[in-house]
Each structure stands twice: as structure tokens, then as C-alpha cells.
């Protein structure tokens, strides 16, 4: 979209990721999908996917299998919980902050 | 065509000429008849627009954000409380940018409770970011309305038409209605810079934070102060936007010249007296006897009060001994709203004319001429800075 | 009624960023992301000061995908009514005009411009997220807030004032369509979205959202809080259509069977801690009674 010229004039915001950053930063624990015991992947068919439906900000994939955008999971837990077949386990962050660094 | 008519019926007349296309209406007096001329054209098929019946005013001037931001021209009136009412709204279709032209029919704000002409209304909204005219006959009326829809396109700046409720709004005049094809080469379609569109999605006037920030391109976008800013500019700008308005509607319909101020006999005055709206014609009787009397009096009317027109103020008081401000509406606790203005105005001439100040016409008190001659008369000298009032009774 | 939409039916295509301000866990996010899929790109929003202000972005990013309009807290459906007109005006069709509204903005001070709207028949889909209190400005009581709840500013005792039956006021302008639904149920919020999409005349949902901060719960259990809300028959998914009401989903299920105590209910959010036994007791027997009213008129059968 290009700049309109009333660009300096107006509050008039334009659609992209990120307003508030990367929200991934806000995780204490970071959700993990156990592909062994995760619906969709162990059955190789498009089934389940509460993960997908149930995540607030729309991190989750509707993917065999599922995959988590860790830029931006704010690390909220509900995928977790609603997992029918316990596959997504809550890991402390600081474990991969050690491992990034 | 040539008509008589009432001056709330003159603005119904510029509404429709100038082919708005969302109208929406909420009664109060003395703006009804407005609005229902309006809704008599709408109905009739007289006039393609969409009638919105409201149920307040702040719903109303609601409306017309909206509609504007969608991109259709839009239109409101309303009087005192109502004006009130939509106070927020008001402070925020300038915030927006929103070329909205309201006509505000004067009335006096409760409480207690008058129905009657005076100025506090849209005095009370002067630092809103609007730009505000005011007309002091029908014709102006109905000239201004036309005109406002053209300054406020221009600029991106939301116009409110101020007219005296009763003295105006209900009297009865001779004007010139415009030709509609006339009109209509005047006043193009609106063609707004951005109007809501699925195609081109933009989230309008959300929260904005107090610094500068990158937007998805990584430029750096504006805080609210840059924007509140560029209003600020743009007003002072709109002063040389509503000059050559004027200028191109004189050529089309051979009427105006005075788009700041409309001076009366100042060239060579004395005295000045300074009024908004109808009551600078009623002055006008005033300086003429006076004249009769050997005075040198003079009468200069404000035609836009915001933005301030201080460069054709000065230009009209500067050489005055005294300048005599009558007004309707006052900021209370210090003194006249337009007189703080036109001393300010005034403060950087060397010499410079003293100032008087006359509150007169509070919820509609009759201002007679034999009061304005009376008081005109005495004032020429400077008798002290506060406000002093006119036909208090008791 | 057509199908149901399923998971894997429900389009695919996010009309929200990530990234956005929303709290972790935050029941309007489910609701908003479905929501949007159920409108479509061809819609215009009209927001008010609330929680999705704040969700949608501040200047100048956005993280919604749809053109909206903010507006003042009081003024949401009459931004709605003149958008429709304008839209009319220039003769653009096909474009829904939609409004999203806390509690707050819906039946407190947005309630005037709103019952406005109705009565002009403004064709407009006017959504209420209920969180049950004035979230965004930091979990104080609202109209819709239920009785006996802790918030800032019933901190002690609870608010004393019953939760104002906001789908009945509406019911009452005799719309063609009334319905509630749940941020647990979101498929089903998809289904009534769309389903007002395709009625002509004002649509009003109301929708009740779990909120962890406000609530006082994990983030992990919004949508366990939320399920509970309707399992334990506190709050009922329904349609009124044309003045005729009908339990839908999880609520139509429910009748004739039994419900989980109300007491499941209140133990998960820290903002009933002030309710008694006694008035745990009080509430099962209110909520008894309803749907032994439920079972009576057999409202929850199929039309």
C-alpha cells in the first residue's frame, strides 16, 4: 500500500505482524509437540487439531504435523490442555534460551 | 431563484445543493426546521440522501464520522446542549481529519434551561480543532454552507456554519437560491484520500502513542503529537484556503469578498466595534448614527473565528483609537471569549487600540440599539480590562 | 440450520497477525480469529474503546486484516448505521458492516446508540464480547458483570446487582436474529457469525469470554472455564429468531440431563471467592429452576 498523502495527517494503521513485537519473548514455558503421540501425525490424517482451533493468537498450523510459531507463541498453555491425546507438554523456556546461546 | 425564506430553510437549501449524501438528524430548537426541510426534500425525492433519525446528537455527529470515513459526504445541525452532547465527537472528527459540515443555529447552553440566541455554544467548542463561520444573514448563510463543504474537502478539516437561532434561523429574508448546475461546477464530487475499503484494509484512529514509531515498512510514523500538530498547521493554513474559496465562489455567483472579517466604515474609524454573526449588522445602524453624531465609528464583523484571522484583524483595528468587542458568550471567570482574541491579536501593534469588552444578548435578552448606541457612545476611553455587561436588569 | 462446520471444514486463512497485545491465554483472541473467518474479508469493522482496541494494534501497525473504524466508547452502533448509509449512498454492495463491543460498550454506555440502531433497522451484525467486567481499563464491575463478583470496584463484598440479560433487551427490539455463544465453543460462534451474515436486518451476538487476568485463572484453562460456563448450565448457547427461542450445541444437549454443580464453576476463578455456601446454594437453585423451565416448554427441541 503506498503512502497516502495525508500519511503524516491521520492515525491510519496498515495490516502486519509483530505490533506487539515478537510476543514470544513473554513465554516462561514453551509448548512441545510429541509427534508419537500427537493425533494428526502418528495417523497421518487431517484429524484433532485442537491446538490449532483452541490457540488465542493463531500460532499453530492446521498441519500434519501441527508446528508452533515460537516467534510468537506467548506460551498461554490452552493447547496443551486441550490436547485429547496429552501430546504437548509445557518446557521451561530458559532451557532453550541456554541452548540458543 | 430568488426566494424569501427563513434562514434555517436557507441552510436546507446549501445541504441540498450541495448534494450530501448522508444526513443525519436529531431535533433540538431552534435547528428543527433544519432538519425537517431536510427530511421533506429526502422523502419528496427532491434530494438523493441517505435520513438518518438519530437518537441523540452524540449519535449524530457518530454518524457522520462514520459515513465519512466510508466515504460519503455527510451533514449535521444541532444547537446548545446537543452541540454539548456531541462534544467528544466533535474534538474527534477534527482529530480524524474529517471534512464534516455541521451548522450549529446559536442557542444559549443550560442551565438553567433558554432556547434563545447567544453564542456560548459554539464558542464553548472554539478549541475543538474545527473550522467555525459564522454568517450574519441569509445569504451568508446558505452562500457559507455551499462554500464549507468545498473548505472542509480542501483541507481535511471538519466546518462548523454558525447562525443565530431566532434572529437568523426563524426570521424571514429576501436571498438568491443558486443555480443547482451552477452548484454543481463549483462544488466537484467528494473524492476522499482514504475511505474504508475491504480492498485497501486500514484499522482509522487507533490508540497512538507518544513517541514516533516504525510502521510495516520500518519509516517512522508520526505520535499523537505530530498529528495534532499537523492539525494545528493545517488550520493556520485553511486561513489562505477559505480566501480562495471565496475568491472562486465570487466569480461563479458574484457574491463575497470578506472571508475573514467584514469591515463596515474601518478605514478611517475611531472606534471600532467587533461582533460575530447578525449582531455586526445590527452595529452597522449604530456606527451610522454615531457618524450622524460627528463620531468616527466603525464596525468589523468576524466572518471565521477559527482558525483566527488575526493578520485581518489587525489590519482592520490596528489604526483605531479603541476597539469595542460586543459578544454573546463569554469564558467565564476572566472575560469575552473574542475579545481575549482580538487583544491577543492587537498585543504586538505599537500603538495599539485600547480594548472594551461588552457581554450582551445571554439566552437571547434582547439587545436593543439604543443600548449598543448608548454604550458605543461612552466607550472611548479605556475604562479597565474586565468584562462589562449590557442590559442586566436586575 | 445447514451443517456444522468442523475443524477441518472452518477455512484455514488467519485474518489476524500474531504478535498482537491480546494477554496470553486470552478468550476474545479465539473469538476474534473466528470471527473474522466467519465475516470475511469484505467486511468493515467498528470497534470501541475496549480490550480489542488494544488487540487490533496501536498506530501504525495493525494486527487485524480488515478495514475498521475506531470510534468513541458510546457511539459503536451509530458508527455502524452511518457506515451502512454511506456504503448505501455509493451504491457499494456486498459489504458487511460489523461491530465488535466489550460488555462495557454494549450494555452500559453503548446501550442508547445500540437500541437506536435496532429500532431504525440498520442492517448491521453487532457483537458483544462479555468478560463480564470493563477489562482493558482493569477488571471493573459492568452491567454484565454477575452477581457476587470480585472486581476493583467491588473488591470486598462482590457486586450486589444481577448481570444484566443483555440477549433478552435485544430480544426485545423483536430483531431476526438474537444469539449467545462461548469463546469454548468456536466452530459453533463460526456457524452463528456466518449464519447472521446471510440475514438482512441488525444481528446481535453475544458472547461470553473467559479472561484470565480478570477472571483469575491460569491461562491454560480459558477454554475449560469457558466449557464449564455452559456445562454447568450458567451460561446457555441459543437463537432467537423472529421472537422464537431454541437452545443450540452443548446447551440443547444438556437438557434432561444432569449438569455439573455450579460449585465446578466457581472454584476455578479466584473472582468468586466472596460467594457463601448459602449463596452457591441460592445460585443452583436459580439455575435448577431455569432449566426445569427449559425442560417444561421443551424450548430445547428442534423447530
Given at each position: 500500500m503506498s503512502r497516502l498523502p495525508f500519511a503524516r495527517r491521520k492515525s491510519h494503521s496498515e495490516?502486519?505482524?509483530?505490533?506487539?513485537?515478537?510476543?514470544?519473548?513473554?513465554?516462561?514455558?514453551?509448548?512441545?509437540?510429541?509427534?508419537?503421540?500427537?493425533?494428526?501425525?502418528?495417523?497421518?490424517?487431517?484429524?484433532?487439531?485442537?491446538?490449532?482451533?483452541?490457540?488465542?493468537?493463531?500460532?499453530?498450523?492446521?498441519?500434519?504435523?501441527?508446528?508452533?510459531?515460537?516467534?510468537?507463541?506467548?506460551?498461554?498453555?490452552?493447547?496443551?490442555?486441550?490436547?485429547?491425546?496429552?501430546?504437548?507438554?509445557?518446557?521451561?523456556?530458559?532451557?532453550?534460551?541456554?541452548?540458543?546461546? | 431563484?430568488?426566494?424569501?425564506?427563513?434562514?434555517?430553510?436557507?441552510?436546507?437549501?446549501?445541504?441540498?445543493?450541495a448534494?450530501?449524501?448522508?444526513?443525519?438528524?436529531?431535533?433540538?430548537?431552534?435547528?428543527?426546521?433544519?432538519?425537517?426541510?431536510?427530511?421533506?426534500?429526502?422523502?419528496?425525492?427532491?434530494?438523493?440522501?441517505?435520513?438518518?433519525?438519530?437518537?441523540?446528537?452524540?449519535?449524530?455527529l457518530a454518524?457522520c464520522i462514520a459515513a465519512t470515513s466510508a466515504g460519503a459526504r455527510s451533514f449535521t445541525?444541532?444547537?446548545?446542549?446537543?452541540l454539548?452532547?456531541m462534544s467528544e465527537q466533535v474534538h474527534w472528527a477534527a482529530g480524524a481529519r474529517l471534512p464534516i459540515v455541521m451548522c450549529v443555529?446559536?442557542?444559549?447552553?443550560?442551565?438553567?434551561?433558554?432556547?434563545?440566541?447567544?453564542h456560548?455554544d459554539s464558542i464553548s467548542q472554539r478549541d475543538a480543532g474545527w473550522i467555525q463561520l459564522y454568517a450574519?444573514?441569509?445569504?451568508?448563510?446558505?452562500d457559507t454552507v455551499i462554500q464549507a463543504f468545498y473548505l472542509a474537502e480542501t483541507v481535511s478539516i471538519p466546518v462548523m456554519v454558525c447562525?443565530?437561532?431566532?434572529?437568523?434561523?426563524?426570521?424571514?429574508?429576501?436571498?438568491?437560491?443558486?443555480?443547482?448546475?451552477?452548484?454543481?461546477?463549483f462544488l466537484p464530487p467528494f473524492k476522499p484520500a482514504y475511505a474504508l475499503?475491504?480492498?485497501q484494509?486500514a484499522n482509522l484512529n487507533t490508540v497512538t502513542l507518544p513517541d514516533v514509531r516504525p510502521d510495516i515498512r520500518g519509516d517512522l510514523a508520526p505520535g499523537y503529537t505530530e498529528i495534532r500538530h499537523n492539525l494545528h498547521f493545517d488550520l493556520r493554513q485553511a486561513l489562505g484556503t477559505v480566501a480562495e474559496i471565496d475568491a472562486q465562489f465570487k466569480?461563479?455567483?458574484?457574491?463575497g469578498g470578506s472571508p475573514h472579517v467584514e469591515?463596515?466604515?474601518?478605514?478611517?474609524?475611531?472606534?471600532?466595534?467587533v461582533?460575530l454573526?447578525?449582531?455586526?449588522?445590527?452595529?452597522?445602524?449604530?456606527?451610522?448614527?454615531?457618524?450622524?453624531?460627528?463620531?468616527?465609528?466603525?464596525?468589523c464583523g468576524i466572518r471565521i473565528y477559527r482558525p483566527f484571522p488575526d493578520e485581518a484583524v489587525v489590519e482592520a483595528l490596528a489604526?483605531?483609537?479603541?476597539?469595542?468587542v460586543?459578544?454573546?458568550a463569554?469564558s467565564?471567570?476572566n472575560?469575552g471569549a473574542l475579545c481575549g482574541d482580538i487583544k491577543a491579536a492587537l498585543y504586538g501593534c505599537?500603538?495599539r487600540?485600547?480594548?472594551?469588552?461588552?457581554?450582551?444578548?445571554?439566552?437571547?435578552?434582547?439587545?436593543?440599539?439604543?443600548?449598543?448606541?448608548?454604550?458605543?457612545?461612552?466607550?472611548?476611553?479605556?475604562?479597565?480590562?474586565?468584562?462589562?455587561?449590557?442590559?442586566?436588569?436586575? | 440450520?445447514?451443517?456444522?462446520?468442523?475443524?477441518?471444514?472452518?477455512?484455514?486463512?488467519?485474518?489476524?497477525?500474531?504478535?498482537?497485545?491480546?494477554?496470553?491465554?486470552?478468550?476474545?483472541?479465539?473469538?476474534?480469529?473466528?470471527?473474522?473467518?466467519?465475516?470475511?474479508?469484505?467486511?468493515?469493522?467498528?470497534?470501541?474503546?475496549?480490550?480489542?482496541t488494544?488487540?487490533?494494534g496501536l498506530y501504525p501497525i495493525a494486527?487485524?486484516?480488515?478495514?475498521c473504524l475506531n470510534v468513541t466508547?458510546?457511539?459503536?452502533?451509530?458508527?455502524?448505521?452511518?457506515?451502512?448509509?454511506?456504503?448505501?449512498?455509493?451504491?457499494?454492495?456486498?459489504?458487511?458492516?460489523?461491530?465488535?463491543?466489550?460488555?462495557?460498550?454494549?450494555?452500559?454506555?453503548?446501550?442508547?446508540?445500540?437500541?437506536?440502531?435496532?429500532?431504525?433497522?440498520?442492517?448491521?451484525?453487532?457483537?458483544?464480547?462479555?468478560?463480564?467486567?470493563?477489562?482493558?481499563?482493569?477488571?471493573?464491575?459492568?452491567?454484565?458483570?454477575?452477581?457476587?463478583?470480585?472486581?476493583?470496584?467491588?473488591?470486598?463484598?462482590?457486586?450486589?446487582?444481577?448481570?444484566?440479560?443483555?440477549?433478552?433487551?435485544?430480544?426485545?427490539?423483536?430483531?431476526?436474529?438474537?444469539?449467545?455463544?462461548?469463546?469454548?465453543?468456536?466452530?459453533?460462534?463460526?456457524?452463528?457469525?456466518?449464519?447472521?451474515?446471510?440475514?438482512?436486518?441488525?444481528?446481535?451476538?453475544?458472547?461470553?469470554?473467559?479472561?484470565?487476568?480478570?477472571?483469575?485463572?491460569?491461562?491454560?484453562?480459558?477454554?475449560?472455564?469457558?466449557?464449564?460456563?455452559?456445562?454447568?448450565?450458567?451460561?446457555?448457547?441459543?437463537?432467537?429468531?423472529?421472537?422464537?427461542?431454541?437452545?443450540?450445541?452443548?446447551?440443547?444437549?444438556?437438557?434432561?440431563?444432569?449438569?455439573?454443580?455450579?460449585?465446578?464453576?466457581?472454584?476455578?476463578?479466584?473472582?468468586?471467592?466472596?460467594?457463601?455456601?448459602?449463596?452457591?446454594?441460592?445460585?443452583?437453585?436459580?439455575?435448577?429452576?431455569?432449566?426445569?423451565?427449559?425442560?417444561?416448554?421443551?424450548?430445547?427441541?428442534?423447530?
Amino acid at each position: 500500500m503506498s503512502r497516502l498523502p495525508f500519511a503524516r495527517r491521520k492515525s491510519h494503521s496498515e495490516p502486519g505482524p509483530g505490533d506487539a513485537g515478537k510476543t514470544g519473548s513473554w513465554r516462561v514455558l514453551r509448548p512441545l509437540i510429541d509427534v508419537q503421540l500427537c493425533i494428526p501425525a502418528k495417523t497421518k490424517k487431517m484429524a484433532c487439531f485442537n491446538c490449532w482451533l483452541y490457540c488465542p493468537d493463531g500460532v499453530v498450523t492446521r498441519t500434519i504435523p501441527p508446528t508452533i510459531d515460537y516467534d510468537y507463541c506467548k506460551g498461554c498453555e490452552i493447547c496443551a490442555e486441550e490436547c485429547p491425546a496429552g501430546a504437548i507438554r509445557m518446557v521451561e523456556e530458559t532451557e532453550f534460551v541456554k541452548r540458543e546461546q | 431563484m430568488h426566494c424569501i425564506e427563513s434562514g434555517n430553510v436557507a441552510a436546507a437549501y446549501g445541504v441540498k445543493l450541495a448534494r450530501v449524501q448522508v444526513i443525519a438528524a436529531y431535533p433540538i430548537t431552534p435547528q428543527t426546521p433544519l432538519t425537517e426541510k431536510l427530511s421533506e426534500f429526502v422523502d419528496a425525492g427532491e434530494m438523493e440522501a441517505e435520513y438518518i433519525p438519530v437518537e441523540s446528537e452524540h449519535s449524530a455527529l457518530a454518524v457522520c464520522i462514520a459515513a465519512t470515513s466510508a466515504g460519503a459526504r455527510s451533514f449535521t445541525a444541532t444547537s446548545a446542549n446537543g452541540l454539548l452532547y456531541m462534544s467528544e465527537q466533535v474534538h474527534w472528527a477534527a482529530g480524524a481529519r474529517l471534512p464534516i459540515v455541521m451548522c450549529v443555529v446559536n442557542r444559549g447552553i443550560g442551565a438553567p434551561w433558554t432556547i434563545w440566541n447567544d453564542h456560548q455554544d459554539s464558542i464553548s467548542q472554539r478549541d475543538a480543532g474545527w473550522i467555525q463561520l459564522y454568517a450574519c444573514d441569509h445569504q451568508q448563510i446558505i452562500d457559507t454552507v455551499i462554500q464549507a463543504f468545498y473548505l472542509a474537502e480542501t483541507v481535511s478539516i471538519p466546518v462548523m456554519v454558525c447562525y443565530d437561532g431566532y434572529l437568523l434561523s426563524h426570521t424571514y429574508m429576501p436571498f438568491e437560491v443558486p443555480e443547482a448546475e451552477a452548484v454543481d461546477r463549483f462544488l466537484p464530487p467528494f473524492k476522499p484520500a482514504y475511505a474504508l475499503d475491504p480492498r485497501q484494509p486500514a484499522n482509522l484512529n487507533t490508540v497512538t502513542l507518544p513517541d514516533v514509531r516504525p510502521d510495516i515498512r520500518g519509516d517512522l510514523a508520526p505520535g499523537y503529537t505530530e498529528i495534532r500538530h499537523n492539525l494545528h498547521f493545517d488550520l493556520r493554513q485553511a486561513l489562505g484556503t477559505v480566501a480562495e474559496i471565496d475568491a472562486q465562489f465570487k466569480e461563479a455567483f458574484g457574491r463575497g469578498g470578506s472571508p475573514h472579517v467584514e469591515s463596515y466604515c474601518c478605514d478611517d474609524a475611531d472606534y471600532i466595534a467587533v461582533a460575530l454573526g447578525s449582531l455586526a449588522y445590527q452595529l452597522r445602524d449604530v456606527a451610522d448614527m454615531l457618524r450622524e453624531e460627528g463620531m468616527r465609528a466603525g464596525v468589523c464583523g468576524i466572518r471565521i473565528y477559527r482558525p483566527f484571522p488575526d493578520e485581518a484583524v489587525v489590519e482592520a483595528l490596528a489604526r483605531a483609537k479603541g476597539v469595542i468587542v460586543f459578544e454573546k458568550a463569554l469564558s467565564y471567570g476572566n472575560e469575552g471569549a473574542l475579545c481575549g482574541d482580538i487583544k491577543a491579536a492587537l498585543y504586538g501593534c505599537d500603538p495599539r487600540p485600547f480594548v472594551r469588552n461588552y457581554i450582551v444578548g445571554l439566552g437571547g435578552r434582547e439587545i436593543r440599539t439604543a443600548d449598543l448606541l448608548a454604550a458605543l457612545r461612552t466607550a472611548t476611553n479605556n475604562r479597565g480590562a474586565t468584562c462589562e455587561w449590557l442590559g442586566l436588569k436586575l | 440450520m445447514s451443517a456444522k462446520t468442523t475443524i477441518l471444514t472452518v477455512p484455514e486463512e488467519e485474518l489476524v497477525h500474531p504478535g498482537h497485545r491480546a494477554c496470553s491465554g486470552c478468550g476474545l483472541s479465539i473469538l476474534y480469529r473466528f470471527g473474522l473467518k466467519a465475516l470475511g474479508r469484505d467486511t468493515i469493522l467498528i470497534v470501541p474503546p475496549s480490550c480489542l482496541t488494544v488487540l487490533q494494534g496501536l498506530y501504525p501497525i495493525a494486527a487485524t486484516q480488515l478495514p475498521c473504524l475506531n470510534v468513541t466508547f458510546a457511539s459503536t452502533a451509530a458508527a455502524a448505521t452511518g457506515t451502512i448509509a454511506a456504503l448505501k449512498a455509493q451504491g457499494k454492495e456486498g459489504i458487511t458492516v460489523a461491530a465488535w463491543a466489550g460488555d462495557g460498550g454494549t450494555s452500559d454506555i453503548g446501550i442508547q446508540a445500540l437500541s437506536g440502531a435496532c429500532e431504525r433497522g440498520d442492517n448491521f451484525i453487532f457483537i458483544c464480547y462479555d468478560n463480564e467486567a470493563y477489562m482493558n481499563t482493569g477488571v471493573q464491575r459492568s452491567g454484565t458483570t454477575p452477581r457476587g463478583v470480585i472486581t476493583t470496584t467491588t473488591p470486598i463484598h462482590g457486586k450486589r446487582q444481577e448481570k444484566k440479560d443483555m440477549p433478552a433487551i435485544m430480544a426485545a427490539h423483536h430483531l431476526a436474529y438474537v444469539a449467545t455463544g462461548s469463546a469454548a465453543y468456536p466452530l459453533d460462534v463460526y456457524d452463528k457469525i456466518k449464519k447472521a451474515t446471510g440475514i438482512t436486518g441488525p444481528k446481535y451476538l453475544h458472547l461470553h469470554t473467559p479472561c484470565p487476568p480478570g477472571w483469575g485463572y491460569d491461562t491454560r484453562y480459558t477454554v475449560k472455564v469457558g466449557r464449564l460456563a455452559v456445562e454447568t448450565g450458567l451460561f446457555d448457547l441459543y437463537e432467537i429468531e423472529h421472537d422464537v427461542f431454541r437452545l443450540t450445541g452443548a446447551s440443547k444437549k444438556l437438557v434432561g440431563k444432569e449438569r455439573k454443580p455450579v460449585a465446578a464453576y466457581f472454584e476455578t476463578q479466584t473472582r468468586f471467592r466472596a460467594l457463601t455456601r448459602a449463596r452457591i446454594a441460592e445460585i443452583q437453585q436459580e439455575v435448577d429452576a431455569k432449566w426445569a423451565g427449559y425442560e417444561t416448554e421443551k424450548k430445547g427441541t428442534p423447530a
